[in-house]
C-alpha cells in the first residue's frame, strides 16, 4: 500500500481486549459456610446507582457489613443479571443490563460491577 496506509474492507472485527477481560472474571461457588448465613440472615434489596460512561456502565450498590468478593455471586440471566451479596443481610438485586460484564470489586460497603459499552 502507498504511505504504508492499510484498508480493510469487510465485517467489523471485535476488540479481542474485551473478550479476554471477559474470560479473566472468577467462577465462584457457594461453601457451606455461605450458605448457612444467607439461610439465618433477613432479605433486602441494596440501593443501587447508576453511572454511564462512553465506554461502560457501572452499576454501584450500597450493601452494608460486606466484607470481600467472595461474598458476591452473580449469575447471569435471560434478561440481565442477579447480584446476591451477604452483609448485615442478603441483598439481592436483578440489574437490567444484557452487556458483557467487565469487572467487579468491594469497597467500603459498597459493590461496583463494571459493564461492557459497546
Do not use: H
Not at 465485517?11 to 465462584?28: E, G, T, V
Not at 447508576?50 to 461502560?56: E, F, M, Q, T
Not at 467472595?70 to 448485615?88: M, P, R, T
Request: zero cysteines.
Amino acid at each position: 500500500m502507498p504511505n504504508g496506509i492499510k484498508i480493510r474492507i469487510g465485517p467489523a472485527m471485535q476488540n479481542p481486549q474485551i473478550q479476554n477481560q471477559n474470560r479473566q472474571l472468577p467462577k465462584l461457588k457457594i461453601t457451606d459456610e455461605q450458605l448457612n448465613r444467607m439461610s439465618s440472615l433477613p432479605r433486602a434489596s441494596a440501593k443501587t446507582a447508576i453511572r454511564r460512561l462512553s465506554d461502560k456502565i457501572v452499576y454501584e450498590l450500597d450493601v452494608p457489613g460486606i466484607s470481600s468478593v467472595n461474598d458476591v455471586f452473580i449469575s447471569k440471566l435471560e434478561s440481565g443479571y442477579e447480584v446476591k451479596a451477604i452483609g448485615d443481610k442478603v441483598y439481592t438485586n436483578t440489574l437490567p443490563v444484557t452487556l458483557p460484564l467487565r469487572s467487579m470489586s468491594v469497597d467500603k460497603n459498597k459493590i461496583s460491577i463494571e459493564f461492557v459499552n459497546r
